[in-house]
């Protein structure tokens, strides 16, 4: 009875070794794999700062000084800012906005086009037709809707938060019908 | 007997048993204790494994990375930080005859090799390249192979032709400040230039990895070598310097030399090109002396009136007569003789301060030791040695000849009378914002207000109009001085050094910016002048309004120095 507690703990003991020293040993295999990966990150960052330092170095050497100059000596003839296109402080660009005293030369007035429909202001608007772009059914209400019309269904568009192109008008609606069938074919 | 003998056996076995026990006990205690001392081995070597884990462990693998880290030599930047030389592991091309281990050292035929060879490097010498392959012997083909041309080296798959990397020293941005930076020579050492003065730190491993700031603006820098490039050109000028110094640190922001040379090319680096005409040359200055011997005179009072009227008549002294270049009229007072730079006014103001005031002043500035800056090839001035000065000496000194200097001798004088009076030592080193060297003081503050007035005016009304940038405020004095001939023999009277002196903006100064052009001609683009007012101003005309936006100055034309007060002594104006 005493020799079999005896080898049971004997047994027991050796379990409890057995299970430590496999424990052991996973966690050195994990700290090794741990290790190498953390040789292998620090291999690619080396690899990364020196591919950096190519790729800056090129960078750097592509955007001389001495190239910039002769390029811009022969292609885009930059010249360095004059006075005149500084501002120093709000003063100065508050100066720029002031009426015209008497006896100034007139403003230069910008010559531009007639917007076609001032009720609907487009989102955006083509720069080589100077036509709004939108989708397919916009484009033509915003094209044929007249001043008058535009103007009765304002009300009801400014009523709303939303924008909403002026079909809810049923004066809208009546003269956007056969612009629509004209614009599609 | 027979109980004697049962007894003694009895007494025996019962020795032997206490013995067994005996041993028994102690053979338990011997295991008991090789076992603790197992465990106590164990536990040891679980301490000793975790000291070495916390303390060996780690300091050799942190320091390959940081070793991989570690360029071979250490960078050197401007003072934003861009690379303006760094180490640079480039291709060689290496030929390795044996390669192939006995035999033919190549596949194919050395003059198929040596064809495609010169085709990948449109540069190399076909029959050169052939004598090498050749021979046989191994040697290098090609250095700083750019990858592509390694690729197609490759490509013609001849283990004989090998292209190891090694490290090489790189100047992305060419010639420019390669006087300032010089070249690494085939030991790998530094010469000439910083890489020499910072030789020591650069190759330091523990010092290498943090790069080397100069206080040069490659921008600045870029603008300066071109301008001053283009002057040279139009002039047909033998060589051109200049320099853009920060008036309140010291600080050299650009520093070029011209005709200049490429450091990533130190094979052909010869002394010609390498020489730095800024701080190794001394030239004879001329008239860019004028304001130093005005500002003297004012420090010390003997100029109280500026309205005073010198005579400018030739003084005849000592067998020598000191004109002028042209008539300029009967009387002129100081202004006026900066504005026209008359040799006789100013010569006669020097005479007035007398030669021991203009001499200690001329000591202050620095005029008569090397200049301070940290590049080790620097000029020593040809300053007047007698204890006293003669008279003769004392005037020509004060309109810049009999004494040569090096053209930052001047770029420091120039930054001590618009500073408010400090000189301070040159450097090629950044300075941290408030801790510039302290200096000493050479003029009054006054004084030095007084002199950034009269430069506005040469700039304004006189021969310094053509580097009044619109905006810019500058001001400065041209000099146009005669070189003398070899052994010290009279002055060649077609070859002039032609300098311009100048610093902006005059209301406040922040820079003064020197342009130097040697033996400039009298071309079409100078007017057919040789002198510094058609030459060397022209340039810092060109070079301030590029450099100005750089350095935060913004040009102005609503603002200036006030010269109101001194507007009527000049009643002609300018007309010169």
């Known amino acids: 009875m005493i020799a079999s507690r005896t080898s049971l703990r004997r047994i027991g003991w050796a379990a409890l070794l057995a299970v430590c020293s496999a424990a052991l040993f996973a966690l050195s295999l994990r700290v090794n794999a741990l290790k190498s990966e953390v040789r292998r990150s620090e291999n690619r960052i080396v690899a990364l700062r020196q591919e950096t330092m190519y790729l800056e170095t090129e960078y750097e050497t592509r955007s001389n000084q001495q190239l910039l100059s002769a390029w811009n000596a022969v292609d885009f003839g930059y010249v360095a800012p004059n006075a005149g296109q500084y501002l120093e402080n709000v003063r100065q660009l508050a100066a720029l906005g002031k009426p015209a005293g008497p006896g100034a030369p007139s403003p230069i007035r910008v010559a531009t086009a007639q917007i076609e429909v001032p009720g609907v202001i487009p989102a955006m608007v083509s720069p080589l037709t100077g036509k709004p772009l939108g989708d397919d059914n916009d484009e033509p209400e915003a094209a044929s809707a007249d001043h008058d019309k535009a103007a009765a269904g304002?009300?009801?568009?400014?009523?709303?938060?939303?924008?909403d192109p002026p079909t809810k008008s049923p004066a809208a609606e009546k003269a956007n019908k056969p612009a629509s069938k004209a614009a599609k074919p | 007997?027979?109980?004697?003998?049962?007894?003694?056996?009895?007494?025996?076995?019962?020795?032997?048993?206490?013995?067994?026990?005996?041993?028994?006990?102690?053979?338990?205690?011997?295991?008991?204790?090789?076992?603790?001392?197992?465990?106590?081995?164990?536990?040891?070597?679980?301490?000793?494994?975790?000291?070495?884990?916390?303390v060996v462990e780690p300091a050799p693998r942190a320091s390959s990375l940081y070793e991989a880290m570690l360029p071979s030599r250490g960078e050197i930047v401007d003072r934003n930080g861009l690379a303006l030389a760094r180490a640079f592991p480039a291709y060689a091309l290496w030929y390795n005859p044996a390669a192939l281990g006995g035999g033919s050292p190549l596949v194919r035929s050395p003059a198929e090799i040596a064809h495609i060879l010169a085709s990948i490097f449109p540069d190399a010498d076909e029959a050169d390249l052939l004598r090498r392959l050749i021979a046989g012997k191994p040697g290098y083909l090609a250095r700083r192979v750019l990858p592509e041309q390694a690729n197609r080296i490759h490509a013609l798959g001849e283990p004989a032709l090998e292209f190891p990397r090694e490290p090489d020293r790189y100047y992305p941005q060419g010639s420019l400040a390669a006087h300032v930076l010089g070249f690494v020579a085939a030991?790998?050492?530094?010469?000439?230039?910083?890489?020499?003065?910072?030789?020591?730190?650069l190759t330091d491993p523990s010092q290498r990895a943090r790069p080397q700031m100069l206080s040069l603006d490659m921008r600045v820098q870029g603008a300066l070598e071109d301008e001053l490039s283009k002057g040279m050109l139009e002039t047909d000028a033998i060589g051109a310097a200049g320099v853009v110094l920060d008036v309140d640190s010291g600080e050299i922001l650009a520093l070029a030399s011209l005709p200049s040379f490429n450091p990533n090319r130190p094979d052909q680096a010869v002394n010609r090109l390498v020489f730095n005409k800024v701080t190794n040359q001394v030239y004879e200055l001329g008239s860019t002396f004028k304001p130093i011997t005005v500002a003297s005179a004012i420090d010390a009072g003997t100029i109280t009136n500026?309205?005073?009227?010198?005579?400018?008549?030739?003084?005849?002294?000592?067998?020598?007569?000191?004109?002028?270049?042209?008539?300029?009229?009967?009387?002129?007072?100081?202004?006026?003789?900066?504005?026209?730079?008359?040799?006789?006014?100013?010569?006669?103001?020097?005479?007035?301060?007398?030669?021991?005031r203009l001499k200690a002043t001329?000591?202050?500035?620095?005029?008569?030791?090397?200049?301070?800056?940290?590049?080790?090839?620097?000029?020593?001035?040809?300053?007047?040695?007698?204890e006293r000065w003669a008279r003769i000496t004392n005037m020509t000194v004060s309109y810049g000849h009999g004494i040569a200097v090096t053209p930052l001798h001047l770029a420091s004088a120039y930054a001590t009378l618009v500073n408010g009076g400090i000189w301070r030592p040159a450097t090629l080193q950044k300075v941290a914002p408030g801790l510039a060297v302290r200096g000493r003081r050479v003029f009054k503050a006054s004084t030095s207000a007084r002199m950034r007035q009269l430069l506005r005016m040469i700039a304004v009304y006189g021969t310094g109009?053509?580097?009044?940038?619109?905006?810019?405020?500058?001001?400065?004095?041209?000099?146009?001085?005669?070189?003398p001939g070899e052994n010290g023999g009279a002055y060649k009277k077609n070859a002039v050094v032609a300098t311009f002196a100048a610093a902006f903006p005059m209301d406040r100064p922040r820079y003064v910016v020197i342009a130097m052009l040697d033996e400039p001609k009298g071309t079409a683009a100078a007017s057919g002048q040789r002198t510094a007012a058609w030459n060397a101003a022209p340039v810092v005309g060109r070079v301030v309004p590029r450099i100005g936006p750089l350095l935060g100055i913004v040009p102005d034309d609503s603002r200036d120095i006030d010269l109101t007060d001194l507007a009527p002594l000049i009643p002609h104006g300018g007309g010169e």
Do not use: W
């Open chain 1, 154 to 163: 304002l009300d009801d568009r400014l009523g709303k938060v939303e924008r």
């Open chain 2, 1 to 54: 007997m027979n109980a004697l003998t049962y007894s003694t056996a009895l007494a025996s076995g019962r020795v032997q048993l206490a013995n067994v026990r005996q041993r028994s006990l102690l053979t338990a205690q011997v295991r008991l204790l090789a076992v603790m001392l197992l465990f106590a081995l164990a536990a040891v070597a679980c301490v000793l494994r975790i000291v070495q884990l916390g």
């Open chain 2, 187 to 201: 030991d790998g050492h530094g010469r000439v230039g910083m890489e020499e003065v910072f030789d020591q730190q």
């Open chain 2, 306 to 356: 500026l309205a005073k009227r010198y005579s400018a008549s030739p003084i005849q002294i000592d067998g020598f007569t000191i004109k002028d270049s042209h008539n300029m009229g009967a009387s002129l007072n100081a202004p006026e003789a900066l504005i026209h730079s008359s040799n006789i006014v100013t010569a006669r103001i020097a005479d007035e301060l007398g030669a021991d």
């Open chain 2, 362 to 386: 001329m000591i202050a500035l620095g005029m008569n030791e090397r200049p301070y800056l940290e590049l080790p090839g620097r000029g020593f001035p040809l300053f007047p040695r007698d």
């Open chain 2, 465 to 483: 109009r053509k580097a009044n940038a619109a905006g810019f405020r500058v001001g400065g004095k041209t000099g146009s001085a005669e070189k």
